[in-house]
């Protein structure tokens, strides 16, 4: 079956960065979309950023441009989220999502299958 794992998270100080990764298993990683999400206490969760099949076009929220990206290696099925110039606002569970189509979306509700979420701590 289907499983996603992120790694990475942790606790950083405002303005460090960390990298979240996202291993997948149980299919074809190649050909689908991927995406990462966050949600933070007492919020809804939010999209992130996002990855096509091919890791040609990449798409960011806009509180993240500039600071985070996404990327993928399909040889190692995995998908990245590079996390620069972190915010306080920035401390949320994250979580990687597959998307079983070329492009990725921002809504949950155009994503198939989900990580078990790594929490990212920003506190000095």
């Known amino acids: 079956q289907v499983q996603l794992v992120e790694s990475g998270g942790g606790l950083v100080q405002p303005g460090g960065s960390l990298t979240l990764s996202c291993v997948a298993s149980?299919?074809?990683?190649?050909?689908?979309?991927m995406g990462w999400f966050r949600q933070a206490p007492g919020r809804e969760r939010e999209f992130v950023a996002g990855?096509?099949?091919?890791?040609?076009?990449?798409y960011n929220e806009n509180s993240v441009n500039g600071r985070f990206t996404i990327s993928r290696d399909n040889a190692k099925s995995t998908i990245y989220l590079q996390m620069n110039s972190l915010k306080y606002e920035d401390a949320a569970v994250y979580y990687c999502?597959?998307?079983?189509?070329?492009?990725?979306?921002?809504?949950?509700?155009?994503?198939?299958?989900w990580g078990q979420g790594t929490q990212v701590t920003v506190s000095s």
């Open positions: 149980g299919y074809t990683f190649n050909i689908y979309a």
């Open positions: 990855i096509s099949w091919s890791g040609d076009r990449t």
């Open positions: 999502a597959l998307a079983k189509r070329r492009l990725p979306g921002d809504t949950e509700t155009e994503y198939d299958y």
